[in-house]
């Protein structure tokens, strides 16, 4: 049990598993790792997020067409705009996301 926690500490707590001795220089910027973090954390968000989004409007989009047979043409058309819509969201976010990977942060 004590090696199991102290192995979740080393994983949770990486400055202190990646510790340096006192004489290394302080060198480097902690805006690259976390920038890692962000895009990678934002994009799983936004693209979690805009699948449901999706499904919920295909859904809802559906059930219209059936009750609504007449009308399908113009509900699947209104649909198709909302999709590529909510997909433009997570293309918005990628962007962002190839933003924080790609640039260098200022020195």
């Known amino acids: 049990m004590r090696a199991l926690i102290l192995a979740a500490m080393a994983v949770l ?3 202190v598993a990646l510790a340096q001795t006192a004489t290394a220089p302080a060198s480097g910027s902690l805006v690259g ?3 890692v973090l962000a895009a990678g954390f934002g994009m799983a ?3 979690s997020l805009c699948a449901l989004g ?3 409007a295909i859904a809802s989009a559906v059930d219209a067409m059936a009750r ?3 009308a ?3 509900i699947q058309t209104t649909m198709i705009i909302g999709l590529a ?3 433009s969201l997570a293309i918005y976010v990628l962007v962002v996301a190839m933003i924080l990977l ?3 942060p200022i020195k």
């Open 85 to 87: 819509l909510i997909e």
């Open 13 to 15: 707590v990486p400055s």
């Open 33 to 35: 790792p976390y920038a």
């Open 102 to 104: 790609f640039v260098q």
């Open 54 to 56: 999706q499904g919920r």
């Open 45 to 47: 968000l936004a693209a």
């Open 68 to 70: 609504q047979p007449g």
């Open 72 to 74: 399908a043409a113009r």
